[in-house]
């Protein structure tokens, strides 16, 4: 009831011109009423003909009546307005995209539902029958929808409730009986149950392909942030490899400048002794040339003759040393070239040989960025100095090892100095573990950590012992601290076979008690040899160091290894 008020009051306060309710309302002389603004603009319209009539009766008016707001009627539209605002949404208005009450007259009520035996909808009120009459109770009824003539055949306008499987389409009870006669038809209903199981199944596929496809965005998004992870460690990596090289220029800079400074003391030192030996000469001389001219002037014959023999007896002078040899300044000449040199060895690498290994952009659609990288990034690895051949080539990068006793087993016994490690069973178990001690694994780490090329040399005795270099942080626990069984280590075992994370590659030939080993730290290289003139390569790897190694040895029971002391 109180639905049927607000729209009865709501009909009569609409103006006829906009079909709302009224806004500043006036009343003209006939007595109807509308919006100020909207039957101005309808008189607007007529001022040519000085003729103003209403929209609704048609009543002619001269001259143009003054409008007034009827202030009476503009307070009921508020209270309209007031009521309307408090109407539950369920008893709204329809607007433009609602489904409205084909029952309703004036303004129609949005429908509740719509019935697929009447083919019409309803608004709440109107749709009560059908809750309540017992012919209309077993209707179908559905949401509110638009398209409800959809379901009626345009050939003989009746409802559509058979489906024609041999035309795939539905029909109605007349069809079945013309143009469809024959066919393989069934009630929509039994079609829409066998349709409703391809649908449930489709339904899954396609619920089973929006987890695989959010899999794969969360797998992208990791992939994104590996990306992104691994670009920021190569930032990091690279400017902690630039500092390095900066605090090794630095460093040669400090080294460079203090042996030129101890070779300037050192020649003016020299300077300065010879210069004081001179002026010693130069004194003695002096006093010589005197006491001769004195005797040159003396009268007595006799006296003369008598100092003669004292005066006479001049050494010939010998020159302490060959002043122009002193002057020594080609050394600071040369100090001054081999830097320059080294200047422009540097600005090639850093300009010209790293650009040759950049990505061209072609290339980048054809191998993948990341795959290019690397491969820059093994080109200037391949900018380092050739490897050496000879024993005294390798000799010029080594470096004096020695062993780390906080890191080796308890049944390791390190000689004095800690260069050599064997076996002792009498050993007592220290009572206090060192975090960095190998707990399982007769192993051991050397102190001082390798980076830049470094060489050293290991002896064998038997060569039953394992050769390895090992990040710091390699466990000290389980099979993974073994050498070689693992990321963090690359072990040469007994020369026969070289292992990096538990892959292991067979190693042909006669094994070697003394083991020479070559690191290129920056450069990713790694090679083992068999120590004589010539040095037989025995392994090499190429890959990319990310920390600083150390030299590592495993020892078997009966044996011992040392690092040798190389001269």
């Known amino acids: 009831m109180e639905q049927q008020g607000i729209q009865m009051d709501q009909e009569k306060l609409c103006c006829s011109i906009c079909l709302d309710l009224l806004k500043d309302p006036v009343t003209i002389n ?47 539209v508020e209270e309209v307005k007031a009521r309307l605002e408090s109407v539950p949404a369920d008893l709204c208005y329809a607007g433009p995209g609602d489904v409205s009450c084909d029952f309703c007259t004036g303004r129609k009520l949005k429908a509740v539902k719509s019935c697929l035996q009447c083919l019409v909808s309803y ?92 899999k794969d965005v969360r797998m992208l998004q990791q992939k994104v942030e590996a990306i992104n992870q691994s670009a920021d460690k190569a930032v990091a990596n690279s400017e902690e490899t630039f500092k390095d090289l900066i605090c090794l220029i630095e460093k ?48 007595d014959h006799i006296q003369f003759l008598h100092n003669y023999p004292l005066m006479s007896d001049l050494s010939e002078s010998t ?54 990288i690397r491969k820059a990034v093994s080109g200037f690895k391949t900018l380092s100095p050739a490897e050496p051949k000879t024993r005294a080539e390798f000799l010029q990068y080594s470096c004096h090892l020695t062993l780390d006793p906080n890191t080796a087993h308890n049944c390791l016994s390190l000689s004095e100095g800690n260069r050599e490690a064997r076996v002792d069973w009498t050993l007592i178990l220290p009572s206090d573990h060192h975090p960095d001690r190998f707990m399982e694994k007769r192993q051991v780490l050397s102190r001082e950590s390798l980076t830049g ?62 083991i020479g080993v070559y690191l290129d730290h920056s450069a990713g290289i790694l090679s083992f040899y068999k120590v004589s003139d010539t040095m037989t390569l025995i392994h090499r790897v190429q890959t990319t160091f990310t920390q600083p190694l150390y030299a590592g040895i495993s020892v078997d029971v009966f044996s011992s290894v040392e690092l040798c002391e190389l001269k």
């Open 30 to 76: 006939c007595g109807h009423n509308y919006c100020m603004d909207c039957i101005g603009s309808h008189w607007d319209g007529e001022d040519k003909k000085h003729i103003y009539s209403c929209p609704q009766c048609r009543q002619m008016f001269t001259p143009r009546p003054d409008l007034k707001k009827n202030t009476v009627l503009a307070d009921v």
């Open 123 to 214: 608004c709440d009120q109107h749709l009560q029958p059908h809750y309540h009459v017992a012919a209309l109770k077993n209707h179908k009824l559905v949401d509110p929808s638009k398209k409800l003539q959809e379901n009626i055949c345009s050939g003989h306008n009746e409802v559509m409730k058979i489906f024609c499987r041999t035309d795939q389409q539905c029909i109605c009870y007349l069809c079945s009986l013309d143009e469809h006669k024959g066919h393989n038809t069934v009630s929509a209903e039994t079609e829409r149950k066998d349709k409703q199981q391809v649908v449930g199944l489709n339904q899954e596929k396609i619920r089973q392909r929006i987890q695989d496809r959010e």
């Open 252 to 299: 040669r800079n400090s080294d460079v400048k203090q042996q030129i400074r101890s070779k300037q003391t050192d020649e003016v030192r020299k300077v300065r002794d010879l210069e004081e030996k001179l002026k010693q000469d130069l004194v003695e001389l002096r006093r010589r040339s005197s006491e001769l001219e004195q005797l040159s002037q003396t009268e």
């Open 319 to 372: 020159n302490p040393a060959n002043i122009s040899s002193v002057h020594r300044l080609q050394y600071f000449d040369d100090v001054t070239v081999a830097v320059s040199k080294t200047r422009d060895k540097l600005q090639d690498i850093l300009k010209e040989d790293w650009t040759k290994t950049l990505p061209r952009p072609e290339d980048v659609s054809r191998f993948g960025t990341w795959n290019l």
């Open 453 to 514: 090329r470094c060489y050293w040399e290991v002896e064998q005795r038997p060569a039953e012992a394992s050769v390895a270099v090992a990040y710091k942080d390699i466990s000290r626990t389980g099979r993974e601290s073994k050498f070689g069984y693992n990321d963090r280590s690359w072990a040469l075992k007994k020369s026969a076979k070289f292992i990096h994370n538990s892959i292991k590659t067979l190693i042909s030939g006669p094994r070697s008690p003394r």
